[in-house]
C-alpha cells in the first residue's frame, strides 16, 4: 500500500493550473494575489485491502479564495470557478478528470462545500472563500 497525497495532490494541482487558478500546496501564500486562487488543504488517507488490490479513499479540502475588489464585489467569480472546477473533475457520471501517478482514480465525490466571507483586522471583510471536501476513491496501481 502505497501514500497517494502527493500524485492526488499534483493532479489536484494540474487541474486548477489549466483553469487559470494559481494554486498552493498546503500553504497560504506569502502576498495575497488580487485574483483568485486555492489552497490544496488537508488530506487524509484509508485503504480497504483485498488479496487483490489496495484500495484507497481520500478526503482532500480545497480552498478556493476570492479577494473582495473595492466596497462592491459579488461572489459570481468564485462560484463560476467552483463549478468549473467540479464539472473538469467529474465532467460526466462515466467519466473523471483527476490523474495521479501510481493510482488509478475511481470515483471523486463532493463530500461537503461551504462559502463564508472572511473578515479583516477592520471588521470588514476582505474574501469569499468557498471550501469544497473532496472523496476521492483510488487503487494502486
Known amino acids: 500500500m502505497k501514500w497517494a497525497g502527493e500524485s492526488i495532490r499534483k493532479g ?13 500546496d498546503m500553504v497560504a ?3 495575497k494575489p488580487r485574483t483568485i486562487y486555492a ?13 487483490d488490490t489496495f484500495t484507497g ?3 482532500v479540502n480545497i ?15 468564485i462560484d463560476t470557478i467552483t463549478n ?24 471523486i465525490a463532493l463530500s461537503s462545500s461551504f462559502g463564508q466571507l472572511v473578515a479583516n483586522e477592520n471588521g470588514g471583510f476582505k474574501e469569499y472563500v468557498n471550501i469544497i471536501v473532496l472523496e476521492i476513491t483510488f487503487n494502486q496501481i
Open 12 to 24: 489536484l494541482y494540474d487541474v486548477l493550473t489549466a483553469l487559470g487558478v494559481s494554486s498552493y
Open 84 to 107: 468549473q472546477l467540479l464539472t473538469t473533475l467529474r465532467p460526466t457520471t462515466n467519466s473523471i478528470g483527476l490523474t495521479a501517478a501510481g493510482f488509478k482514480i475511481e470515483n
Open 39 to 51: 489552497i490544496l488543504g488537508d488530506y487524509s488517507q484509508s485503504s480497504v485491502n483485498t488479496k
Open 57 to 59: 479513499t481520500a478526503l
Open 29 to 31: 501564500p506569502q502576498e
Open 63 to 77: 480552498e478556493i479564495t476570492q479577494p473582495i475588489q473595492g466596497q462592491f464585489g459579488g461572489r459570481k467569480p
